[in-house]
């Protein structure tokens, strides 16, 4: 789950940065300067958070991890929320949809697992 997590984090950053044109178009946003900045330091945030995610794979078990993986999820939260928001109000189209359940639930599943490992302890 944190491998794959961590890849599509990886070609989001990556979609991000280098073609946020396409990135707006897919949800139905038509690009300026403006927007293709905003988004490209999107990127840059979440390029950010591919490495501590990615060394999560190795061990979940430690307390900069936990911390590492509670950010991740308040990320999935929070951009789900964000894009939800912008779905209500007819600023993106129904293509964002998939992607704010796969967030929702893939935070969902993480918050899950620390529960289900902290019980263990």
């Known amino acids: 789950m944190i491998t794959f997590t961590t890849i599509l984090m990886a070609l989001s950053a990556i ?4 073609f ?4 707006l178009a897919v949800v139905g946003i038509v690009s300026n300067e403006e927007m ?3 988004l490209r330091t999107t990127g840059a945030a979440v390029a950010a958070l591919v490495p501590g995610v990615w060394a999560l794979r190795i061990s979940t078990a430690s307390p900069l ?6 950010g991740l999820v308040g ?3 929070l951009s789900s929320l964000v894009d939800l928001y912008a779905y209500i109000h007819l600023i993106v189209n129904t293509a964002s949809l998939p992607s704010i359940a796969f967030r929702i639930l893939t935070g969902s599943v993480i918050l899950w697992l620390l529960r ?5 302890r």
């Open 15 to 18: 979609g991000f940065l280098f």
């Open 116 to 120: 289900k490992e902290t019980t263990k």
């Open 20 to 23: 946020p044109s396409n990135m």
């Open 36 to 38: 293709d900045f905003l």
């Open 65 to 70: 991890s936990r911390s590492v993986l509670t």
């Open 75 to 77: 990320y999935l939260f």
